[in-house]
């Protein structure tokens, strides 16, 4: 995401997406948390989803401030303009309709708040400008928690953030430690926490002495995918979700190491998110809550096979990728 640090979002392209059958698309796809491992998934990319909108729980929405309640509306907001990044929020078939995990995520966490979810598809930028304004009372777009995030927004965790090193299938590359990656390039989106993990990584290949990591930035993620085809590049390092999507709707490339999206120290958390103060987060726990509890949360990762990246219970503020320097 982007801001200082921000978890950036892997993505496969858009004409991906939109050549996939009105219906349903079948695909053998590697869990998001296992590098090895393998399902069938069947996913829908149509536009009619069937999302799982829960009934309303009296006790969660007694939270909600009061305005918010009488409103009657959840606005949403998710940064994923362009390309998007599936299987964690895209286009569907039909070029507009903004479906996965993510707007799923949030739909639920609206109807269980008896609160009729509007879903805004924006820019990474305006994702976090809306947040601060207030335009959006909620963020679900992959976003990491960090602390120097944790200043300005309020966060319920509601996934792993693992990250997945992507290279080109038959590479015969395996990345645990820095020195996996010692001469090689590397691409990662600019601005984001997974580039300051591999801004990391390089400085230990380098103070080890080994030759240098040469780090590649790329415009769009279709551009990143040739890079990886062509040889031009030979990792790329980005959210475990979408490195599988890919894996497994192209055929071309292999995840060869995961990551946690916090470092080696702590397991990186996703969150919805919301601006720090505004009364909101304690609804959007006990709502997670409930879906956890009845088993709709597990149905919607699920859907997208995410169900490696599962947590077992709301934190609010949690613990966050550290400030550097901290």
């Avoid at 304004?133 to 319920?156: M, P, W």
């Avoid at 030979?234 to 979408?242: C, E, K, W």
């Avoid at 969150?271 to 597990?298: C, E, F, M, P, Q």
């Amino acid at each position: 995401m982007r801001t200082p640090w921000v978890l950036a979002l892997a993505a496969v392209t858009l004409s991906l997406a939109a050549c996939a059958a009105p219906e349903e698309e079948q695909a053998v796809v590697p869990a998001a948390g296992d590098a090895s491992a393998a399902t069938t998934v069947t996913f829908n990319d149509s536009p009619e989803q069937n999302r799982i909108t829960p009934p309303k729980d009296d006790a969660a929405a007694a939270l909600l401030p009061p305005d918010v309640a009488k409103s009657g509306k959840l606005v949403i907001g998710v940064g994923a303009a362009g390309s998007g990044f599936p299987p964690l929020a895209f286009a569907a078939s039909d070029n507009k309709t903004l479906i996965g995990n993510e707007p799923d995520v949030a739909v639920a966490i609206a109807s269980t708040l008896g609160l009729e979810p509007v879903l805004e598809n924006t820019s990474w930028e305006n994702l976090f400008i809306g947040l601060d304004s207030g335009k959006y009372q909620l963020g679900a777009s992959n976003i990491t928690v960090t602390e120097e995030r944790k200043l300005k927004y309020d966060f319920v965790s509601y996934r792993k953030d693992d990250l997945g090193w992507l290279a080109k299938k038959g590479s015969g590359l395996t990345v645990t430690k820095p020195a996996d990656i010692a001469g090689k390039k590397v691409a990662v989106g600019s601005g984001t926490n997974q580039e300051k993990i591999l801004v990391e990584w390089a400085d230990e290949v380098k103070k080890a002495g080994l030759a240098p990591v040469e780090i590649k930035y790329y415009q769009t993620n279709q551009a990143t995918y040739l890079a990886l085809g062509s040889g031009q590049i030979d990792l790329y390092l980005g959210p475990n979700p979408s490195a599988a999507y890919h894996v497994a709707t192209t055929g071309q490339t292999e995840i060869v190491g995961t990551y946690s999206g916090a470092g080696a120290s702590l397991q990186g958390l996703i969150a919805l998110t919301t601006k720090k103060n505004n009364g909101l987060v304690k609804a959007y726990a006990a709502a997670l809550d409930k879906l956890i509890a009845s088993g709709d949360y597990t149905k919607i990762l699920q859907r997208w096979n995410l169900t490696n990246e599962a947590v077992t219970a709301a934190e609010v503020n949690p613990p966050g990728l550290p400030i550097e320097g901290k």
